[in-house]
């Protein structure tokens, strides 16, 4: 029943284990990298912000007119996140959840960015409009 | 029957330790708060001495009475959902990549760092419906593999160090 196998490694096999160590990070950082890259190059400004809840559509706002928006979620709608959007961004002022995250997010603009509130199942995401969202690469 | 009585009062203290490193972690001020789910994952050093120690089966078991007294505490069911997919995926990547014996303790947390964050992504991508999420990846692998290091090296040397009799 006892798994006690937490053998010393030794001077050799601790050496090799800590180079593939670094490997393995160096690894992982590299596809990060690239995979932050792609997304940099293609990642376009967008324009209009959409609010979901609970994985449905609830709003699409413009990102170019400043506006509050009180996004009331709950049975009873006793649950505020309030969206404001000014100067072309996007973010949550202030939010009756517990964890906060949603508040404390970042302004956003770029395609793609979202803020989350996770216990009131809001995502409010930037999107483009403009025809050529996804540019065609022919190969 | 004595030492199975220890071990699993050995292992209670286990998830104790845990609690409080995630009570800890939680009155850190959020100053990484930009992007949701990045956290310093101060409990998987519990995880990771346990996992080490004795198994995947007593890994799973604390890590899941862990995440249910943190919910209980300061959490809700959707933060339950995320936290469980999480720490399950982690203990997966983890225990395939111990067997596999390339990495040291360091590597393996890191690895499992990485796809704790992935499991909790997935799931937000999933209850919520949103594949942007995916963005987020980017972010929390960087962060990941950072707290993964921290982690691994603690985690290390309480295996190194940690010993009770007749467990
Ligand atoms: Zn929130």
Redesign the interface.
Known sequence: ????N?TM?TAKS?G???R??VI??AA??A??AL??LF?FLFRQPGDTVVV?I???HYATYSLNENMTVPIHTGQDGEQINVLIIRDGQAHVQEASC?????A???PIHRE???I?C??H?V?I?VHSTSEQDAPDIVT | MR??SK?IAFLGLCAGVALVLAYVEALLP?LY????GIKLGLPNIAIIFIL????LREATVVSFVRIVAVTLL???P??FA?SVAGAFLSLLVMTILRKLD???I??VS??GA?FHNVGQILT?MV????A??G?Y??VL??TG?ISG?LVGLCGAMA?KRVFIKN?
Do not use: W
Not at chain 1, 1 to 4: A, D, G, H, K, T
């Open positions: 029943m006892n798994q006690n937490t490694p601790g090799r284990r800590f593939n160590d393995f990070i992982l950082l596809i990060v995979a932050g997304v979901t609970d994985g449905e517990p964890d906060g995250i949603c404390a997010h970042k793609g960015e979202s989350v996770l216990p199942r995502v995401t | 030492h199975k071990k959020p708060a930009a992007v949701p080490y120690r004795f198994g300061f959490g809700n959707m933060t995320y390339f990495l040291s360091v590597g890191v690895a990485v937000a209850l919520l419906g949103t942007e999420l963005y990846l980017i692998a960087i593999t290091l295996v467990i």
